[in-house]
């Protein structure tokens, strides 16, 4: 097949970027929510994380200018108020300060054992780092990547082929399939991945496109090919996680485990305490790798579009996610929640709007759709705490289960569509002609 290792190679470098340490807990609890529907749990939770990043991918691929592209024609600014939220909770505000947690809760904690003064010292020293590698700009985080991603993709299979040996029958679940599902789907936003497409999709695009030994049309091809090789990788790393979960009998303190638990129970069971600092440490560095990226990441993003020093945000950002790192992970998670069921629906939408982008010619085609996709999350977020607004949205279709947004979203475009192509055969077309000029003049 052409270009088939260069398409292995972009397909194990997206898969990287889509399997951030922090997301390495997430599929377990599904597991262990769902039991024996833990297959259906499981693929609803990759239809929202990596799913939902293919998605966003592939739709940036068609585009000349990636996210902007799309964006600059609904508002010149919408881009800078979406990334900027975007950025923010892919950097300091979540998925950075859950690296550290992660950290402390599968590495640090398995050594020193769980205390306030060793959960102070740990984050401060994993920020410490993060902060004096992007300071010094030094390449370390390319050395430890190239060879660490291989080597803990091979301990994951290692450990979890063990689980298929040690726990082999699913524990019963009270739930229901549909309840499985629909937590898996929640659990899938968790990743962050549904807003972290644009960032993917910007690296694997640039990769690519440095590429010069293929025609265009090739490396689209080549894209393509690599996203659902990083699709595949994940969902059976995913899967595998999952089944972990659905086949434990581990209880906590007679509380229910968190993912770190189950992870650490399956790995104590067929390696030993030596095992689960093997893997700890392999996870510590890979916790830091993907720090270190949300973190220039972010103070790229506002340095740039504030025209301040990159260095200062580089601190500033790190100091953020030391303080919030302190905080239980539960604790955080609940008060990002809302956040992302407010803004993965118009994030989402700019995807969706990405496959008919270059057939559409009036801003208002755009505009309404998007209009409609921040409304619906607004109201996906209130319906958790306003019963009358959850008794509104669940008439909607998909509305009972939090995802009204998807069905109402696409039907805003396809009827904004239609609407264009009904004036585009009438006289009411000549009014907007000036417009049309105007915006194939931003191409």
Sequence with gaps: MKHFKYSLFLGFTIFAIMFGAGNIILPPIVGYIAGDKYFVGIIAFITTSAG???????????QKNNFLDITKKIHPKTHLYLLSMVVLILGPLFAAPRTSIITGELFVYEIFGSSILVTIIS??????????VLLSKTNLVDVIGKYLTPA????????????????TTFVESSITSTDSFVNGLKTGYFTVDALGYVIIATISIKTILRETTMKHNDKFRVLNRSV?????????????????????????????????????????????????????????????TTSIGLIVNASNFFAVNTNTDQDKWVIAFSIISFVISLFPLGNITSFIGPVLLMLVPPSMCVAFLGYVNRKIRRRRTLVVPFAVSVIMGFLTMLAEFIPQVKSVVSTLPWGEYGFSWIPVTIAAIILMMAYEIYTENTSVYEEYTEEYKSLKATD
């Excluded at 939902?52 to 068609?62: D, I, K, P």
């Excluded at 984050?123 to 004096?132: E, H, N, P």
């Excluded at 059976?236 to 189950?262: F, K, Q």
């Design 52 to 62: 939902f990043a293919a998605l966003g991918v592939w739709s940036m691929a068609l």
């Design 228 to 288: 659902f090789i990083a699709l595949f990788l994940i969902s059976l790393v995913y899967l595998g996680l999952g089944y972990m979960g659905a086949t434990t009998t581990y209880v906590a303190n007679g509380v229910e485990p968190s993912g770190t638990d189950i992870l650490r129970h399956n790995i104590f069971a067929i390696f030993g305490k030596f095992g689960n600092i093997i893997f700890g440490l392999s996870v510590a560095l890979a916790c830091l």
């Design 152 to 167: 803990l993709i091979i301990l994951l299979l290692v450990i979890i082929g063990g689980s298929l040996i040690v726990d």
């Design 123 to 132: 984050s401060f020293i994993f920020f410490l780092i993060t902060a004096l």
